[in-house]
């Protein structure tokens, strides 16, 4: 099914990561944060390749690196594609990287032929979505979004720099924020192609799947408080363990989530005092992370998880006590643009696999400002992201690519331009 | 069933048990350590009270304060009684001490009236059981059975002062601790009074019991290892989540003890880690203590639990390693000092309750010595210990001490004493 062409881009793609990920703050581990040295070197590299594929490129006030390929008329609306330039600590080299690096290829495709699309295609390599820096995500793609808080100027990195200063640091103009915000003229859709970051599509054999929509979260704290009792005197049935009931807890969300099959949930942290061998736990905090693509999942198990835990707590002689810590409703994509990246699978002869993501992404700002959709790329390795044995393939880099590129000149067809 | 003089001996040994517990290193807590002043001070008190009901009262070479009323025989077998004058940090008054007061008590009484027994008595008060100031447990009533270790000597407090230099400083003398041993000479029997620690008695509506062994123990911590993965990412039946594996473990052990009946088992610590909300957790750490009364019952639990876990692991696909931390077998109580006990029980009109130590005291280093056994007096405010919440009412202090009294009386027939 591939070309020797397809392979050689696939291996292309891989080499630019490879070169890519020399811009690191920890080598040999890669971490690149928002408007660090490191980060302006990856983004001149990346304008390098833009340009090399026919386009403008230039940072935005904000530091998000833009590449513009004009369409066929000069009036032409904007088509966005990107993913985003920065990383968490001792990351892995595709997160992020490879749906500009695609993109781009995307593009060079075009310029190769010289041809022109019926919208002007841009090209994003967004600075700041992971938030490792400044403990904000998605800096880059809200801003475009219309929602960046001016107040975030004001907060400082663990070194005290402010984001203000860090953006002057930068080169970029911290003041000219607001030229960043694109609602005036919004894009027709904005397309992000992702490594999946999970096993979904490795344990399906697939090399790529159709995002349904970026998952919404809700998390929570749990605490329990019971008795603290001497391990030895306490006979069994007299017990108040929090950290038995924590545990019954736990099974409980695990069961939930499995029965709706729609959802995720997950117990990350778990603290038990007074952590005593000898000593019956009295009091056990916990997180809750639930996520599905669809909010009414969602709600309805966190429901059924806090019913389940207020249960327990009761019959336990357990005092039970839950903290909200964040909420998010659920991104969806745009059904017109997942039936275009639905069509170009299709035409290349693959199974269309539609799946939700866990994960947050720079396109989970777009529904704000424009439909988005996105494409997602087999993860290697067990599906494991974040982490500097993250792997892609160089055939699974070049059938994604050929896909966007297939995408995208539907895309133009799809959507009506704005008037 | 009390007459007025045991109303009034119940109120007057929680009146010295109060006045004691003022020798405290941390006032207003109670805090008591081995070989300290307030140790001194309070074994000279104890020594008075001893003084006062007819005994000659002096240190031996390891600080234990050792009074002793002659038999009716100048070579009467000694038959000895005692529990200790250390304390935890912030402990309760009642826990060591009660025992040395209600055994007083028992020779005050006979002392008032003239009488001697077939046996001497020797009411013991240890000088350390808890362990606190050295980290060895039991130094007081083991080093009498003849399991001193020399060694001990050289352990360093956390201020860096030395055994040897601290019974230095308390007046006694380290190189005499030879002459702690009493197995060229042992006692006929050890009779130990102590608060249950527990609530047992409580909720049965019973001022006493009769222990039946003080539990064997056995602790180990467990090591699971599963994988960490994307709390959004990685759908439920792809994961590895050594918590969920660790809170099935957590419940097992409870239902294995509670269907045993006459086990206790306890998880007191677990560490999950990374521990991030976002994060499945990848590996968990917990501790086990299991213990009961028989030895057999303790290792079939023990067994139980080991093999539950191994198939949770197993069927979860997590790795299970199991660290053994410490065992210790029960220290049965001799059947007929127990059935003294139940007879000066019974006399007294009062149900009679057997049930196990799942605390440790001193009476467990003594089978070594001599038959030993133990009798438990209630403990209130829900069976709390090692707390300055801890509650004894003046009515169970007085029946405990009558009881004591009379089976004191009934062992020394009970019992051969050594040729």
Known sequence: ??????????????????ALAAFTEEAPALTRTYLGPQ????????????????????????????????????????????????????????????????AIACVAGLHARGARLPVALEVVAFGDEEGVRFGITLIGSKAMAGAFDPAWLSVRDRDGISLREALVAFGADPDAWPSVDRRARPPIAFLESHIEQGPVLLQEGLPVGVVTAIAGAQRALVHLTGLAGHAGTVPMGSRQDALAAA?????AVERIALARGDVVATVGRLEAR???????????????DV????????????????AACAAIAARRGIALRREPLYQADAAPCDPRLQACLAQAIAARGLPV?????????????????????????????????????????????????RVLADALAGVAGALQAPA
Chains 1, 2 share one sequence.
């Open 353 to 401: 696999r539609h799946l939700p993501s866990g994960a947050g992404h720079d396109a989970m700002a777009f529904p704000a400002l424009c439909p988005m959709a996105m494409l997602f790329v087999r993860c290697g390795n067990g599906g494991i992201s974040h982490h500097p044995d993250e792997i892609l393939a160089a055939e699974d880099a070049a059938i994604a690519t």
């Open 274 to 288: 007074p952590g005593a061998v000898n000593v019956i736990p009295q009091d056990v905090s916990f997180s809750l």
């Open 39 to 102: 980060h302006r070197a990856a983004g001149d590299c990346l304008a390098g390749l833009m340009r090399e594929a026919g386009m403008d490129a230039s940072y935005d006030a904000l530091g998000n690196l833009v590449g513009r390929y004009p369409g066929a008329q000069p009036d032409a609306p904007v088509l966005m594609i990107g993913s985003h330039m920065d990383s968490v600590r001792n990351a892995g080299r595709y997160d992020g990287l490879f749906g500009i690096l695609s």
């Open 291 to 306: 996520r599905s693509g669809r909010d009414d999942t969602r709600r309805a198990a966190m429901a059924e998880i806090d």
């Open 1 to 18: 099914m591939l070309t020797d062409d397809d392979r050689a881009l696939g291996v292309r793609l891989l080499a630019q990561a490879d």
């Open 247 to 251: 545990a019954e807890m736990v099974l």
